[in-house]
């Protein structure tokens, strides 16, 4: 099971768990795969926090970071700082947007956050957010990976994380962006099909990653969007994908940070209960459907605005969820791919990884038994 990547981040296992909760990514590292945390929702201070409170707890092993620069999004081309940025862009978003999102919450009920709880509404989704989280990253020597998770990174930012001796991807959907991955010199690239949660193209993993591995040869493809078991790692790990890059599969592990109103909702939803929306982030984002998704697809709906300012809009709602989710239960921000269908119990972390590895190497016997019998 051990691929080039493994000997290069000197990992055990192929298995690359995508986590915001850093308890997850932890013990996925020290299971023998390489947990990489979530840093979108971080400001420095707290993504300086979060990392050396794992490097306090992984021993000699690595993680890595996954950073959001979108390719595009509205005010790219502004040279601001995240603060100016966020203020002008503020500019830009319509009240009837906002006037939308708080009714929603209203009708259900949803309590305002208290008036000393202030957020800021640009925590991530920009370049002027996620640059001061890379300088973050390069001060952590057992951070050996960093992902991307909307479009290929800016070359500045890619020869920086190259210099310090640590592995640069990013998260694709399609050849195309495979193609201008690699193009860009990244070490690695994870191709994600529209089965997976959160932003995802619109092409099933079982064709699309046999696609991208083609196209980008010998770069490493780690296979992402609706694996769960070992025998979907399998199955990757024979199209020619270096190992599997899974997300929704956390959600529902002991460790994770998931209040239980929303684990139950994870717990009891099948493959049918999903949906790609732009009511959350303004991009194609697979969630669970609810009240919020189907609010913002109705006929009143004045429509999702693009990156980041939907995000704009709706960072109170999830603001709001992560404080009262047993109110917010209809309106939360819950990303998950189709697999939900798949995650029926609760398990550790430890044991998910050792699982996957276990039905791995059953699915290679089976297949074993069937060449032997052919060739009997």
Same mark, same amino acid.
């Given at each position: 099971m051990r691929t080039e990547i493994c000997d290069r981040l000197e990992i055990e296992f192929p298995i690359f768990a995508f986590s915001h909760c850093r308890d997850v990514v932890a013990a996925v590292t020290k299971a023998g795969g390489l947990g990489v945390l979530g840093a979108v929702g971080f400001d420095p201070d707290q993504l300086e926090l979060e990392l050396a409170w794992l490097d306090e707890r992984v021993g000699d092993r690595p993680y890595g970071v996954d950073i959001v620069i979108p390719s595009k999004y509205e005010g790219m081309d502004l040279d601001m700082s995240a603060e100016q940025l966020e203020s002008e862009l503020a500019q830009h978003v319509p009240q009837e947007h906002r006037d939308f999102g708080a009714k929603l919450l209203a009708d259900h009920g949803v309590p305002k956050l208290p008036a000393d709880q202030k957020h800021h509404e640009l925590l991530g989704w920009t370049t002027a957010t996620a640059e001061p989280q890379v300088e973050v990253i390069l001060r952590h020597d057992k951070a050996r990976l960093v992902a991307n998770a909307l479009g290929t990174p800016p070359a500045d930012v890619v020869a920086r994380i190259q210099s310090a001796d640590k592995l640069v991807g990013a998260l694709c959907g399609s050849v195309r962006h495979a193609l201008s991955h690699r193009e860009a010199g990244l070490d690695f690239v994870v191709c994600q099909g529209t089965e997976g949660g959160g932003h995802c193209g619109e092409v099933a993993s079982v064709v699309l990653w046999p696609q991208v591995i083609d196209a980008v040869g010998p770069l490493p493809v780690l296979a992402a969007g609706g694996i769960a078991n070992g025998r979907q790692v399998a199955a990757a790990m024979a199209m020619g994908a270096a190992g599997v890059w899974t997300g929704s599969l956390w959600l529902t592990v002991e460790e994770a940070d998931v209040p239980p109103e929303q684990m139950r909702s994870y717990l009891d939803a099948t493959s049918h209960d999903t949906v790609r929306s732009r009511s959350f982030t303004g991009k194609p984002c697979r969630m669970l459907r609810n009240d919020w998704t189907d609010a913002w697809e109705g006929p009143d709906s004045p429509g999702p605005l693009p990156m980041p300012l939907q995000m704009m809009v709706a960072l109170d709602a999830v603001q709001r969820?992560? &404080?009262?989710? =047993?109110?917010?239960?209809?309106?939360?921000?819950?990303?998950?791919?189709?697999?939900?269908?798949?995650?029926?119990?609760?398990? &550790?972390?430890? =044991?998910?990884?050792?699982?996957?590895?276990?039905?791995?190497l059953d699915a290679c016997e089976r297949l074993t038994n069937l060449n032997q019998r052919a060739l009997a």
């Open positions: 969820g992560h &404080r009262y989710p =047993e109110a917010a239960k209809d309106v939360n921000f819950n990303p998950v791919g189709q697999v939900v269908g798949m995650m029926n119990r609760v398990e &550790r972390s430890a =044991e998910v990884v050792q699982r996957l590895v276990d039905e791995y």
